[in-house]
T-cell receptor, first 112, second 117 residues
Framework: AQSVTQLDSHVSVSEGTPVLLRCNYS??????LFWYVQHPNKGLQLLLK??????LVKGINGFEAEFKKSETSFHLTKPSAHMSDAAEYFC??????????FGTGTSLTVIP | GAVVSQHPSRVICKSGTSVKIECRSLDFQATTMFWYRQFPKQSLMLMAT?????????EQGVEKDKFLINHASLTLSTLTVTSAHPEDSSFYICSARDPSSGIGELFFGEGSRLTVL
């Protein structure tokens, strides 16, 4: 069975400081992993994806994530937070079919 | 990336009426689309998987007669909330995969905020 755990329901950082949003997964297969961002009253936008190529994945808006199989983690990072990064972030794991498993989300607040 | 369009973005209706939400894949053909419901400050809850040309697959606990799903073409799926009641008020989101992408990520619509008075 597959599952996703986002370890922090809420993260608060100051503008210009690094962002770390944590995600751990369990999977019986070689998973595909995704990070999505959701702004209020909007749909989800793909930030980045891991699909068994390079373990360090670079996404949009300066975000990146590292797949660590030994730790079953796929944490999302950004070197310097911007006010526009304030949003809800979801980690998603998928098998090779149509099954997608969503984390509970992490709300990111950026303090000016 | 691929684009999924969802309409309307907001709808207010009276209790007892029905509301239809459309989900379109604009630049790809989607044999499968997904419908979610999202409560405030919560994750997405999968309601059903919509399959083109066949019946939708509903998740446990989702009323098929309340939430009617039709996927009549490769680019359009609709969700109809029948005889809506205030407890149906929520944020509904659709998504689809682009089969040609090879990676399989989901592309999401912008969501529809339903308010039932």
């Amino acid at each position: 069975a597959q599952s996703v755990t986002q370890l922090d329901s809420h993260v608060s950082v100051s503008e210009g400081t690094p962002v770390l949003l944590r995600c751990n997964y369990s999977s019986s297969y070689s998973p595909s992993l995704f990070w999505y961002v959701q702004h209020p009253n909007k749909g989800l936008q793909l930030l980045l994806k891991y699909t068994s190529a390079a373990t360090l994945v670079k996404g949009i808006n300066g975000f990146e994530a590292e797949f660590k199989k030994s730790e079953t983690s796929f944490h999302l990072t950004k070197p310097s937070a911007h006010m526009s990064d304030a949003a809800e972030y979801f980690c998603v794991v998928s098998d090779s079919g149509n099954q997608f498993y969503f984390g509970t989300g992490t709300s990111l607040t950026v303090i000016p | 990336g691929a684009v999924v369009s969802q309409h309307p973005s907001r709808v207010i209706c009276k209790s007892g009426t029905s509301v239809k939400i459309e989900c379109r894949s604009l630049d790809f053909q989607a044999t499968t689309m997904f419908w979610y419901r999202q409560f405030p400050k919560q994750s997405l809850m999968l309601m059903a998987t919509s399959n083109e040309g066949s019946k939708a697959t509903y998740e446990q606990g989702v009323e098929k007669d309340k939430f009617l799903i039709n996927h009549a073409s490769l680019t359009l799926s609709t969700l109809t909330v029948t005889s809506a009641h205030p407890e149906d008020s929520s944020f509904y989101i659709c998504s689809a995969r682009d089969p040609s992408s090879g990676i399989g990520e989901l592309f999401f619509g912008e969501g529809s905020r339903l308010t039932v008075l």
